[in-house]
């Protein structure tokens, strides 16, 4: 195909890359191999089954930096898919996590931790009043979305297509529906998968539409327990809400008396320690977090105020889990909320800076070589859109998007030694600094030479 500007089928040497992929990354294929033989499509979550040119295998990560199982050392900007806001095996969370493996990894029963890191987090998050842990993001919103049934006594919930909430039959639908499925379901929820329970509850609308909020209110305003989003749409292309979508939302909610459920299962403790809620400066009823929360071990929280959270107190909603509040991802997690609270918000300062200045130096350097770019959010997590000439509003702005041409510039990084997310997507850590992106954008310079 052509962009207007230059040939761009092949501009990243995608087939010389994957041969050398191939050759230095040879002990990834053969376990790849080895491991579809036992376990499903040869990965651990179907999200990675179509890595391309293949799944790699890694053996060890410190810092901003990953080694693969041949020795190839990568700056990687991939952390887990979110998690490692600290970036690999921060020695903080590693220590306090081995203390504790000393004393106990379990107990199925009450321990210190537990209250020591809820105080931390209703000091931290701004609608915090009450906490629950549990063990990842997608548990964690069918609590949040119980709680908002309970609370209200409707049965269903509003969400945005493109917006990821896990992998839950009530929130796995319009997640990123192809254009042919949305001329086959028109308005109607898109199921991601098959198997998915059909569910009447959803009521999908457009990201930073009001008029499609306010018309899902005025026809069904007293069936709607909440209203479920990403506060920065991170799933699909960063979208920001616009200025002013998320006080609206704040007010339709209140008014029509149903719940405002923030997913910060990225946005928390990523675009500042308060999260979203604090970075855009609405406060939601209820708040999700996984990810930066457990700094890459399996922790959830739900956060919210005492009102709602009471439900749970009193036990009139049930929310269980056998391995709730363990030790281990607690020490994991008090660790890693210290170092993040230290220092008066320098660790964000400083991701703020390096993100927004390898964000800059990527996109001037792919627009100087004709490639069109945009780029949206900035800082600690931001994503590059090939192909785009303005900023997306919505998930379908998304689909115009050239996804074959930057998973082609993600394979020529890889091979240049940088790991990035093949969506577009690229995170933080605190580990990162100055050397890893001056590394980055000469990778970069190379790819495109
Ligand atoms: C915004 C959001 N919510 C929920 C989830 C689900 O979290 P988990 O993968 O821990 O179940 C994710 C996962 O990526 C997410 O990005």
Known sequence: MTNGCVEVSDIFHVKLREDRLRAKAAGSLARGL????????GVSTGLRRTARPFPLYFQEGHGARLWDVDGNEYVDYMLGWGPLILGHSCPAVSEAVGAQLQLGHTFGAQHDLEYEVAELL???????????????????VQVALRLARAYTGRARHLKFEGHYHGWDDSVLVSYHPSPQELGRYGDAPVPTGEGQRPDASQIVVQWNSREDVERAFRQHGDE????????????????PPEPGFLEFLRELTTRYGALLIFDEVITGFRLALGGAQQHYGVTPDLATYAKAVGAGLPLSVLAGREQYMDLIASGRVIHAGTLNGNPL?????????QVLNA???S???KMWHLGDRLRDGLVRRLSAAHIPVVAMGGGPVFQLLFGLQNPPRNYRDTLAADKVLYGD???AMLDEGVTLLQDGRWYLSTAHDENEIERTLAAVDRVLA
Request: hydrophobic share 50%; glycine share 12%; proline share 3%.
């Open 224 to 239: 709607i327990s909440a209203v479920l989003c990403e506060p920065l749409l991170c799933n699909s292309g960063c979208i």
């Open 347 to 349: 660790a964000y300062t």
């Open 343 to 345: 220092g008066n918000g």
């Open 409 to 411: 510039f993600a394979i």
């Open 122 to 140: 209703t000091s931290l998050i701004p609608c915090a009043e009450l906490v629950a842990f549990a063990n990842s993001g997608t548990e964690i």
């Open 34 to 41: 080895r491991a579809r033989g036992t376990l499903a499509g």
């Open 329 to 337: 991802v607690l020490a994991g997690a008090k660790a890693a909320l």
